[in-house]
C-alpha cells in the first residue's frame, strides 16, 4: 500500500495590476496567467483580485457580474466606494475592483504611465485588502506582483492582522526590479499608515538612496514572507551584482527568504498546435509547416519571398531591451543575407519616434518590416513564421519571448543575462549535452557581441539545415511549461503556510 504524503489544498489569492489577456502589458501578465491555472489544476482553491480597467479586453471576461456591491475602502480621512466584480478569465475566478470617486483611478484609457500611478496601486492594494477582509475570504497564502502591489504586506502586518487577517502569508515576486514606486510622505496619510517615522525608518519602506522618499517595493521585499524573482540568474545579479537597482542591502539583509523561480508559459495559451492565429498549426513531427506560416507572415507584412531566414524581434521598446542592439542587428541581418521583423511598442513618444524614423528609413527595403504597436495576434503568427528571435537585453529578469519562441520552434539567439541564461544553450559552446542545446548566446553588451551570435546562426541556417532543424526541435522538446515551476511556487507556499 502506498501511502500519499497529505499535501493540504491552500486557499490563495493572487493581487495583480494585470493579467493576460484582458489587461496586459507585458511577462507579468502571462505569468500570473499561467501560474493561477497551474496552481488551480493541483487541486488549490485559486483567486484573482485585479482592477477593473476601462480598456480591459472585456471579451475574455466571462459571467462577468456585480459580486460585492459595498466595498468602501478607507482613503485619506474617508473612504471610496468601490465596487467588486466577479468572472471566469479562461476559467480563472477573477474579481475585479471599480473605485467610484472623481480620481477615476482605473478609467483613464491606459494601464500605466499616470502621474498617479503610485496612488493608483496603492489604492488598488488596500482595496484588494478591505475586500479580503469584508467578504470574509481568509487566504493561506496572497501572492501578489510588483511594485504596484509592494503595499499589499504592509497593510496585511500593519493592519489587517489585527482584524482577523492573521493566518495570511504573503509571497511576493519582483518581475521588474527598475520601477520600485516612489514617493513622498503624503501617501502615507491617504494610506492610513499614520505614523511617518515609523514607515520612513531605512529598516522598512524609508528609501536608502533618497532621503525622504518612501519605496512601495522596498516595503514588498521587508514584509513579506517569501520574495521570489523570475529566475535563478537574476535572482543573483539583483543581489549581488549591483543590479538591484539600489535595493541590493535590502536584498542581502533579507536573504533567508529571497530566491529565483524561473517562468514557464502556458502551454495551452501557447501552443502552435492549437493555435487559430497561425496560418497552419504544427508541432515537432509536422514542424515543416512552420514554413507555410513564414509564407503567410511575408505575405502580410509585404516582404519578398526568398530563400533567406527571418530573424524577428517582439518586445516593449525599451532600452531595458537592449534596443541600441536591435536597432543595429536589422541592418546587419538584412545586410547579411536575412530578412528581418520586428513588432513592438512603447509608452514613451520619443522612443516610438526613433523608431518610426528607422521605419521610414528602412520600410522600402523587402527584407525588413517594422510593425510600431501591440498586437498580440501578430504576435503570434511571428512566432510560428519566423526561423529565429533575437533578445539581446541588457538585463532581463527571467523573459518570455525567447520560451514561446521555442515552443513555436524559432531559434532564441539572445545575450546571456537573467532568464535567458537560464533558458538557452548556445549550439557551439554550451557547457549542456548536444541534444539540450537550443538556440544561440552571446555574452557582450556589443555590437560584435550580436553581430558574432547573428551570423553564426545564419552561417548554420544556410551551410547546415540538418543541425539547424536539430536546433528547432530541440528548442521545441525542452519543457518550459509551468510544471517545474508551479511546484517551486507550492513548496514555497507550503514552507511560509501558517502550520
Ligand atoms: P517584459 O515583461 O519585460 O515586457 P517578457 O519577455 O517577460 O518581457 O514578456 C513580454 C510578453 O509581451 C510576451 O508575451 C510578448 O509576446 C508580449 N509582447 C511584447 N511586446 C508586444 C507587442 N508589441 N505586441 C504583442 N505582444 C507583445
Redesign the pocket.
Known amino acids: 500500500v502506498f501511502l500519499h504524503e497529505e499535501v493540504p489544498s491552500l486557499n490563495v489569492v493572487h493581487i495583480s495590476p494585470e493579467m493576460?489577456p484582458v489587461s496586459?502589458?507585458?511577462?507579468?501578465?502571462?505569468v500570473v496567467y499561467g501560474l493561477t491555472q497551474e496552481l488551480a489544476i493541483r487541486g488549490n482553491n485559486v483567486e484573482i483580485i485585479l482592477p477593473k480597467y476601462d480598456n480591459m479586453r472585456y471579451d475574455h471576461i466571462y459571467g462577468l457580474c456585480e459580486s460585492f456591491h459595498d466595498l468602501w475602502v478607507p482613503w485619506y480621512d474617508g473612504a471610496i466606494h468601490c465596487t467588486v466584480y466577479f468572472g471566469f478569465v479562461h476559467e480563472r475566478k477573477c474579481f475585479f475592483i471599480e473605485p467610484h470617486s472623481q480620481d477615476n483611478f482605473f478609467n483613464r484609457g491606459k494601464y500605466y504611465g499616470e502621474q498617479d500611478d503610485v496612488w493608483r496601486f496603492a489604492f488598488f492594494s488596500r482595496a484588494a485588502m478591505e475586500f479580503l477582509l469584508q467578504s470574509g475570504k481568509r487566504p493561506d497564502i496572497i501572492h501578489c506582483h510588483d511594485w504596484h502591489t509592494g503595499l499589499v504586506p504592509v497593510y496585511l502586518w500593519e493592519i489587517y492582522e489585527h482584524m482577523g487577517l492573521g493566518n495570511s502569508r504573503v509571497c511576493y515576486t519582483i518581475?521588474?526590479f527598475k520601477h520600485q514606486g516612489m514617493c513622498g510622505g503624503e501617501l502615507l496619510e491617504a494610506t492610513g499608515l499614520h505614523r511617518p517615522e515609523h514607515y520612513f525608518d531605512k529598516s522598512r519602506l524609508g528609501d536608502d538612496h533618497h532621503d525622504g522618499a518612501l519605496n512601495l517595493m522596498k516595503g514588498g521585499i521587508v514584509y513579506s514572507n517569501f520574495v521570489t524573482t523570475v529566475s535563478p540568474t537574476h535572482a543573483r545579479e539583483v543581489r549581488d551584482m549591483g543590479q538591484g537597482f539600489g535595493l541590493e542591502s535590502t536584498l542581502q539583509t533579507h536573504a533567508p527568504k529571497y530566491g529565483g523561480v524561473l517562468?514557464g508559459i502556458d502551454y495551452e495559451a501557447w501552443n502552435p498546435q492549437s493555435d487559430k492565429h497561425l496560418a497552419a498549426q504544427y508541432n515537432a513531427d509536422t514542424v515543416g509547416k512552420k514554413y507555410d506560416n513564414k509564407r503567410a507572415l511575408r505575405e502580410r507584412l509585404l516582404l519578398a519571398d526568398n530563400e533567406k531566414p527571418i530573424i524577428a524581434h517582439?518586445?516593449?521598446l525599451?532600452p531595458?531591451?537592449g534596443l541600441e542592439l536591435v536597432r543595429h542587428a536589422i541592418f546587419h541581418c538584412v545586410n547579411n543575407g536575412a530578412q528581418f521583423v520586428l513588432?513592438?511598442?512603447s509608452p514613451e513618444p520619443s522612443i516610438n519616434a526613433y523608431f518610426w524614423h528607422l521605419k521610414n528609413e528602412i520600410n522600402e527595403n523587402p527584407d525588413c518590416h517594422l510593425e510600431i504597436?501591440?498586437?498580440?495576434d501578430?504576435?503570434r503568427l511571428i512566432?510560428a513564421g519566423s526561423d529565429m528571435m533575437l533578445v539581446p537585453s541588457r538585463f532581463?529578469?527571467?523573459?518570455?519571448?525567447q520560451l514561446?519562441s521555442m515552443r513555436y520552434g524559432t531559434v532564441p539567439v539572445v545575450r546571456a543575462v537573467g532568464g535567458l541564461a537560464d533558458t538557452v544553450f548556445d549550439k557551439d559552446y554550451s557547457h549542456v549535452e548536444l541534444n539540450k542545446r537550443n538556440g544561440y548566446v552571446f555574452h557582450e553588451d556589443s555590437y560584435t557581441g550580436v553581430e558574432t551570435a547573428l551570423s553564426r546562426a545564419i552561417a548554420c541556417y544556410y551551410q547546415y539545415p540538418d543541425h539547424f532543424r536539430h536546433l528547432m526541435l530541440n528548442a521545441m522538446k525542452t519543457d518550459y511549461s509551468w510544471n517545474v515551476p508551479g511546484q517551486h511556487y507550492l513548496n514555497i507556499y507550503n514552507h511560509i503556510r501558517k502550520k
Open positions: 493576460a496586459k502589458v507585458g511577462g507579468l501578465a502571462d518581475h521588474n517562468n517582439i518586445g516593449r525599451d531595458q531591451k513588432l513592438g511598442s504597436g501591440f498586437d498580440e501578430l504576435a512566432y532581463e529578469p527571467c523573459g518570455l519571448t514561446i
